[in-house]
């Protein structure tokens, strides 16, 4: 199922400036939809998420509340995950005021949870004991001060003091120094011969020596045909260093295009951060993959292909995907890219 990404007539959700007004309104009003941050996870190549693997993205945004039902006539009008943009932005905005007071003051400040909608937040302070306790006693108030001077409003903010124990930093061998260098003169020298001699390069070169082995990656367009002359050259500049493991692949460069667009553009953290922290999406995992061409977006849900309706929240998924990439100015940079959204039940059934 290719999406060919053009604005079609009939999708029934009118994004228009007005509305983009009315959601930033609605946040400074605290009176938007507010959900309840649920665990995600980024792994390697293809991403995948987890409800159970939370703890690598708790500090890149922190919790809020559920929602206040005032709002319920603004949301319709307006994507989901366009809301939730403007959700994380706010959260951004907090936690960004919440530091900058406990910096003033050479407090390490961050709120591991905000319910916006409630005006409750916890907040963590970091640092030796005795710091941290002489922080305890005037941060609450500190940071509402700050968050006031801004019109955020006060809130019942809970202080948690985490402990931090002063450790001394891992001391590099000569041995280990040397081996870094090593690597980074080699890759300084992989680098500057692939360009000088016109090698499309969809990743940088890597490189590691070190006392286990001698290991270099390199990607080139999947058009390049000089692979004999590449592998020789990589041989002779790294003779002096003894065998080296080349791992050289091909990639598509529109495919990389591609995936440096939605990246400089948050599109697929949103989309799975968004998804993922609504219990009502029932989210269990996510992948992508932009190699090959078209994207590849795969969800699993924690309901049963034998549910009744299992196909109509699948439905209801992919159009929230497609709503956001086709109304959302966040968005506008990757429209037109194509892409695919497969959604498998628990039991692991296509259920689109």
């Known amino acids: 199922m290719k999406e060919k990404l053009n604005y079609p007539d009939a999708l029934g959700i009118a994004f228009e400036e007005k509305h983009k007004q009315e959601v930033l ?26 409800m159970i693997s939370a703890a690598l993205l708790v500090m890149s945004l922190t919790a809020v509340s559920l929602f206040s039902p005032a709002m319920g006539n603004v949301a319709a009008k307006i994507p989901y995950l366009s809301s939730f943009v403007k959700q994380k932005e706010l959260q951004e905005e907090i936690t960004k005021t919440v530091m900058e007071a406990g910096s003033k003051k050479g407090w390490s400040l961050y709120p591991s949870s905000i319910s916006v909608a409630d005006k409750r937040m916890t907040l963590d302070i970091y640092g030796e004991a005795h710091e941290i306790e002489q922080a305890k006693k005037t941060a609450a108030q500190r940071v509402n001060e700050a968050l006031a001077a801004r019109k955020y409003g006060t809130y019942d903010i809970k202080v948690k003091l985490v402990a931090i124990t002063p450790q001394n930093p891992p001391v590099e061998s000569a041995e280990e120094k040397e081996y870094q260098e090593q690597s980074i003169e080699v890759e300084k020298e992989v680098t500057a011969y692939l360009k000088e001699n016109h090698y499309e390069t969809p990743f940088p070169p890597q490189v590691r020596i070190d006392k ?49 667009r939605w990246g400089n553009a948050g599109i697929i953290d ?26 590849q977006m795969n ?12 196909e109509k929240l699948a439905k209801r998924i992919k159009g929230e995907i497609k709503a ?22 628990k039991d692991k059934k296509k259920l689109n």
């Open 212 to 260: 286990f082995e001698n290991y270099m990656y390199v990607s080139i367009a999947k058009t390049e045909h000089r692979d004999a002359e590449l592998k020789a050259a990589l041989k002779k500049m790294t003779s002096p260093y003894g065998e080296f493991y080349f791992d050289i692949r091909k990639s598509d460069m529109k495919a990389r295009e591609q995936e440096i």
């Open 324 to 345: 956001f990439i086709l109304e959302d100015v966040k968005a506008k940079s990757v429209r037109n890219d194509p892409y695919v959204v497969n959604i498998y039940s």
């Open 270 to 295: 949103t989309i799975v951060q968004g998804l993922v922290e609504n219990k009502e999406f029932k989210i269990k995992h996510f992948s992508y993959s932009f190699h090959p061409l078209p994207l």
């Open 25 to 50: 309104k609605a946040v400074k009003n605290d009176n938007l939809v507010y959900l309840r941050r649920q665990p995600s996870s980024a792994g390697r190549k293809t991403l995948r998420y987890s």
């Open 299 to 310: 969800l699993t849900i924690t309901v049963s292909s034998k549910d009744p309706d299992a």
